[in-house]
């Protein structure tokens, strides 16, 4: 799998080739505004390199994941989040629209369960 798929919107903002409200980059990670936020903060956690989702992650992406979760932590705290939830669908069937892996973290507004 290449790392960056020019027809992969997500592959296509890391680079800058689409804008978007970044809050956060790393070499390897970054963390930007969903354009249609469901809550009152809305982010989208992703790798530079494309994976499609959840489901091609490998243990070779161990370090990646970790840096993933280390920039939603560190979003959420300059977010100000008392708590927030993290998402990630995988698959057409859970919702997934973009296919290349992202995390969402929502927060902001209380948050129900069961997720619909
Ligand atoms: P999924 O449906 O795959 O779980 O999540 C994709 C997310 O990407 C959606 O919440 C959608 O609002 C967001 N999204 C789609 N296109 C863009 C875009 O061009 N810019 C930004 N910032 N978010 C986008
Ligand atoms: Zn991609």
Request: hydrophobic content about 45%; overall charge negative; charged content about 15%.
């Amino acid at each position: 799998m290449p790392d960056f798929d020019p027809t992969c919107l997500f592959c296509r903002i890391a680079v800058g080739e689409i804008p978007s409200d970044t809050v956060l980059a790393t070499d390897e990670v970054v963390v930007f505004r969903d354009v249609n936020p469901r809550a009152p903060t809305h982010l989208l956690a992703i790798p530079r390199r494309h994976i499609p989702s959840v489901a091609e992650v490998t243990d070779a992406d161990a370090a990646l994941l970790s840096a993933l979760f280390a920039a939603l932590r560190t979003a959420a705290g300059q977010a100000g989040l008392p708590g927030y939830r993290i998402v990630s669908n995988v698959g057409p069937e859970a919702g997934q629209s973009v296919f290349h892996l992202h995390f969402h973290l929502l927060g902001g507004r209380p948050m129900e369960w069961p997720p619909g």
